[in-house]
């Protein structure tokens, strides 16, 4: 099945909640490949209507004619057209170049009350009706347009029989929508030229927020017709979607006004949730490659690393974690507060990693250097790293130091998925098991959630802080595994010349 291919002929609305930019989200919203072509400028907002520029009619069929000469259009939706010049130039178009669905929404008066529609135009609309498959007029147009089919105006007719009287007289369905009535329901009513009716029916939601709901539903329709080849299944599809569509609209937060429904609510749910801390480990990933490729860690791995090339590094090692200790103690005093990755149980994760690098120095390291390295000065690298996580720290923000930590915890639980099981009598299985530890595996699964809760809960700027502390932290293990064969001498130099502007 390919995608359809839905042209959207209608005007602008640069806030994106109505117009052609609602038709093309609506359009993509269904799986559709949108194209527009603009019928008219609208300087507009969700308090209403400015202005309206009418290009001219030449460069309008210009446009038109650029699709139609090169791509097929499986469905058209006809928005607002404004003039009568415009409504006869898109309807001898369409005439010469009608896709297998058409589908007309009459915009006359948008939700604001403005009149987007003058009398001239109104009257021509009846020749387009006529290559229409369907019409979608809201209540305010539907009585236009029965007025336009010759209904008396002494005695106002229903909605259907409004809908009956403009589907007879210009042979297409209509389908007349109830969003503007009141009631529990919101009932939209498809009535056919021989005035057969099915109707279509959802909870009504609570919300001022309806902006461009007549253009998205038609454009909705217009690309799930061209997939279905059914009119019923199109209207029934797309009405839970603008259901859906209106009960997100205030999360949305567009606008003081009457503001646009939220087109992407059912994709965005059917989406799978990637955690920002999943973003962050697949954009260092040139990085992991690295690190495991590097020379120490193949040495490490194959038994045939220098022993005492692996004592500086542990070395190194001692400083490293006699400083971040005290960093993974600072989280824990800052956990204390509830809040998102914080509260006593947050604390007590990070009082435990603390006590465990305590213990890792303590024990394992200083049982494996054995009194040789014990003096070793601080290498630039291993500085340069804890330079980089006191700025963290020094940033006022638990977030940034907690996702400038987490790379030690996530980094080294990844090296030691990646070394396996060292076999009997390898020279370095004790560290190799301290790294595939299902223990510290785990502990390095809760700091990545304590972490996500922090960036979920973090401003736009705080997080994008976390993300490049999390994304230095990253190269800096690198360079610190590069650092014991010698190729480490000046590693780093160029991470510690980003270090200045990491956290701003």
């Not at 299944?233 to 209106?246: E, F, M, S």
């Not at 070395?315 to 993974?328: F, G, K, S, T, W």
């Not at 390898?426 to 972490?451: C, K, N, Q």
């Not at 979920?456 to 190269?475: H, I, L, N």
């Amino acid at each position: 099945m390919t995608v359809p291919r839905v042209l959207a002929v209608a005007g602008t609305d640069p806030t994106g909640g109505a117009g052609l930019q609602a038709d093309l989200k609506a359009i993509a919203a269904h799986d559709g490949y949108g194209m527009g072509v603009v019928t008219a400028l609208v300087a507009q907002n969700t308090h209403g209507v400015r202005s309206v520029h009418v290009p001219d009619v030449g460069f309008l069929r210009e446009q038109l004619d650029a699709v139609s000469d090169d791509v097929v259009i499986d469905a058209v939706k006809i928005g607002m057209l404004g003039t009568a010049e415009v409504v006869r130039t898109v309807t001898d178009w369409l005439r010469e170049h009608r896709p297998p669905v058409v589908v007309v929404d009459p915009v006359m008066v948008a939700t604001s009350g403005d009149r987007l529609l003058d009398e001239d135009a109104a009257a021509a609309m009846g020749t387009l009706f006529a290559l229409a498959d369907l019409v979608t007029p809201n209540r305010a147009e539907l009585a236009v347009l029965a007025e336009l089919a010759g209904a008396p105006s002494r005695a106002p007719l229903s909605s259907l029989e409004a809908a009956r009287l403009v589907a007879s007289t210009w042979d297409v369905l209509v389908l007349a929508k109830g969003g503007h009535d009141e009631g529990p329901t919101s009932d939209d009513v498809l009535v056919s030229p021989s005035g057969s009716v099915r109707r279509f029916t959802a909870p009504r939601v609570a919300t001022t927020n309806t902006h461009g709901t007549g253009c998205s539903l038609s454009s909705a329709i217009a690309t799930l017709a061209a997939r279905h080849g059914d009119w019923e299944l199109a209207v029934g599809v797309a009405k839970p979607w603008l259901t859906a569509a209106l009960q997100g609209a205030d999360g949305l937060q567009v606008g003081s006004g009457n503001g646009p429904v939220d087109h992407g609510a059912v994709v965005r749910a059917a989406l799978p949730v990637v955690p920002t801390t999943d973003v962050w480990w697949d954009d260092v990933g040139s990085m992991l490659r690295s690190t495991i490729e590097c020379g120490f860690l193949v040495g490490l791995r194959d038994g045939t690393l220098d022993a005492d090339v692996f004592a500086g590094y542990l070395a190194q090692d001692v400083h490293y974690l006699r400083a971040y200790e005290r960093h993974l103690a600072a989280l824990s005093a800052s956990a204390a507060a509830v809040g998102a990755g914080r509260g006593p149980a947050a604390a007590a994760f990070w009082a435990a990693a603390s006590e465990g690098c305590a213990a890792e120095a303590r024990d394992l390291h200083h049982r494996r250097l054995a009194g040789t390295h014990a003096d070793d000065p601080v290498h630039p690298t291993c500085a340069g790293y804890l330079a980089h996580l006191q700025r963290a720290a020094d940033s006022g923000s638990a977030a940034v130091l907690a996702a400038a930590v987490l790379p030690c915890f996530r980094v080294y639980a990844w090296v030691g998925a990646q070394l396996g099981t060292a076999p009997d009598g390898h020279p370095f299985a004790d560290w190799i098991a301290a790294y595939g530890d299902e223990g510290f595996a785990a502990s390095s699964a809760e700091a990545t959630r304590l972490v996500e809760e922090m960036a979920a809960a973090a401003t736009p700027a705080e997080r994008g802080r976390m993300a490049r502390a999390f994304r230095r932290s990253t190269e800096w293990e690198l360079a610190f595994f590069e650092m014991p064969l010698g190729l480490g001498a000046g590693a780093g130099a160029g991470v510690i010349a980003a270090e200045a502007s990491l956290l701003r």
